[in-house]
């Protein structure tokens, strides 16, 4: 009997260490559900183990792969255009609930490609929600993250909700970031509403950003309402920026009225660089309805250096639509500098014009 036992009991240990085997090779990952209830479970007494939350679990296990895996997938590529693409499809991945959590594990990494996914992530965010997002960068400390993440902010909120941006952007503590965060609100709100980007940015401190936006701004006014915008811009009472904000106001004038735009440039604007600048300006447009008409303001001009660029622009149109007419013209004026000036404007065109006629290759058959 005791033999058979004995017998029995060695047929039976390799079933259970296979038994064993594959019960072991069956063990998955705790889910979110069995560690909660692992949580709650007493521990024996002689183990001396404390268990981790499980929010800390998947906190560590969800930042991880964010911040890591993701920014290892962008930088593998070499390519411009793919890690573009890459870059997109990164962004694409992190749902719109994740976008808090994503940005946390991004905040501490100074590399270009974190940063880089970090303002494409505060975009999509800004455009699904920017009061979120404002509310999200307002705990950032200052520094390029909190300045780049309001710049995207700034730009997403501006195109979906003017006011709302204003209003967000002018709550702002003073400094760099406020500046730089208006003046990006300020050129979307150029192209729609520039009436309200010249309100917004003229409380700003007078720098070369501030004035370089001021003039696109009126630039875009002057399109639609240019008398509206000449009486604007004669009103700043710094003059040299006064004198930038007509040019801006001429030459785009010029594109409906240049006739107006003339008018404006000559009365308007000292002599010196910034009314050479107009007069060109106003001229390459004038030229490319009414060349004789361009010419006979331009022969109003007194012997300048603006004069001088002015015939040279109108002379290199009207050759290549009209070269006899520009040649009447030359022939009719009175013997003097702008004859001479002209004269060689002319020669010049017409080597310009031969020159570029040569290099067209032919096309036979025709």
Same mark, same amino acid.
């Given at each position: 009997?005791?033999?058979?036992?004995?017998?029995?009991?060695?047929?039976?240990?390799?079933?259970?260490?296979?038994?064993?085997?594959?019960?072991?090779?069956?063990?998955?990952?705790?889910?979110?559900?069995?560690?909660?209830?692992?949580?709650?479970?007493?521990?024996?007494?002689?183990?001396?183990?404390?268990?981790?939350?499980?929010?800390?679990?998947?906190?560590?296990?969800?930042?991880?792969?964010?911040?890591?895996?993701?920014?290892?997938?962008?930088?593998?590529?070499?390519?411009?255009?793919?890690?573009?693409?890459?870059?997109?499809?990164?962004?694409?991945?992190?749902?719109?609930?994740?976008?808090?959590?994503?940005?946390?594990?991004?905040?501490?990494?100074? !590399?270009?490609?974190?940063?880089? /996914?970090?303002?494409?992530?505060?975009?999509?965010? #800004? $455009?699904? +929600?920017?009061? *979120? %997002? @404002?509310?999200?960068?307002?705990?950032?400390?200052?520094?390029?993250?909190?300045?780049?993440?309001?710049?995207?902010?700034?730009?997403?909120?501006?195109?979906?909700?003017?006011?709302?941006?204003?209003?967000?952007?002018?709550?702002?503590?003073?400094?760099?970031?406020?500046?730089?965060?208006?003046?990006?609100?300020?050129?979307?709100?150029?192209?729609?509403?520039?009436?309200?980007?010249?309100?917004?940015?003229?409380?700003?401190?007078?720098?070369?950003?501030?004035?370089?936006?001021?003039?696109?701004?009126?630039?875009?006014?002057?399109?639609?309402?240019?008398?509206?915008?000449?009486?604007?811009?004669?009103?700043?009472?710094? !003059?040299?920026?006064?004198?930038? /904000?007509?040019?801006?106001?001429?030459?785009?004038? #010029? $594109?409906? +009225?240049?006739? *107006? %735009? @003339?008018?404006?440039?000559?009365?308007?604007?000292?002599?010196?660089?910034?009314?050479?600048?107009?007069?060109?300006?106003?001229?390459?447009?004038?030229?490319?309805?009414?060349?004789?008409?361009?010419?006979?303001?331009?022969?109003?001009?007194?012997?300048?250096?603006?004069?001088?660029?002015?015939?040279?622009?109108?002379?290199?149109?009207?050759?290549?639509?009209?070269?006899?007419?520009?040649?009447?013209?030359?022939?009719?004026?009175?013997?003097?500098?702008?004859?001479?000036?002209?004269?060689?404007?002319?020669?010049?065109?017409?080597?310009?014009?031969?020159?570029?006629?040569?290099?067209?290759?032919?096309?036979?058959?025709?």
């Amino acid at each position: 009997m005791k033999t058979m036992i004995a017998f029995g009991l060695v047929m039976l240990a390799p079933l259970l260490a296979v038994t064993l085997r594959r019960n072991s090779t069956n063990l998955h990952p705790l889910s979110e559900l069995d560690l909660a209830s692992a949580e709650s479970r007493p521990l024996p007494n002689n183990v001396n183990v404390r268990l981790p939350k499980p929010a800390a679990l998947l906190a560590t296990k969800q930042a991880q792969p964010l911040h890591d895996l993701l920014l290892e997938t962008i930088e593998a590529e070499i390519d411009p255009d793919r890690r573009s693409e890459a870059l997109e499809r990164v962004v694409e991945s992190v749902s719109d609930s994740d976008l808090p959590v994503a940005l946390a594990s991004l905040a501490g990494d100074v !590399s270009p490609g974190a940063a880089e /996914l970090s303002q494409l992530l505060v975009r999509r965010w #800004a $455009e699904k +929600d920017a009061p *979120a %997002a @404002a509310a999200w960068t307002s705990q950032l400390p200052d520094g390029p993250l909190s300045r780049a993440a309001r710049e995207q902010i700034a730009i997403a909120w501006a195109n979906t909700d003017l006011p709302a941006a204003a209003d967000w952007v002018q709550a702002l503590p003073e400094g760099v970031g406020k500046q730089a965060a208006t003046l990006d609100i300020a050129y979307e709100a150029a192209r729609t509403e520039p009436i309200a980007a010249l309100e917004l940015v003229s409380t700003l401190p007078p720098t070369q950003a501030r004035d370089d936006l001021l003039v696109h701004a009126i630039s875009q006014w002057s399109i639609t309402h240019p008398t509206d915008a000449t009486a604007w811009a004669m009103q700043v009472i710094d !003059s040299n920026l006064r004198q930038r /904000l007509v040019v801006a106001v001429a030459v785009a004038l #010029a $594109e409906q +009225d240049p006739a *107006a %735009a @003339a008018t404006l440039a000559a009365s308007s604007l000292w002599a010196g660089e910034e009314q050479d600048r107009a007069a060109v300006s106003i001229v390459q447009r004038w030229a490319q309805n009414s060349p004789q008409a361009a010419a006979s303001w331009v022969a109003q001009f007194p012997d300048m250096p603006s004069r001088d660029a002015a015939v040279s622009n109108l002379l290199a149109l009207w050759v290549a639509r009209d070269a006899e007419a520009a040649k009447t013209w030359l022939s009719e004026l009175p013997v003097g500098t702008l004859h001479d000036f002209g004269i060689a404007a002319y020669t010049q065109a017409l080597a310009d014009r031969d020159r570029t006629l040569a290099a067209v290759p032919p096309i036979w058959g025709m």
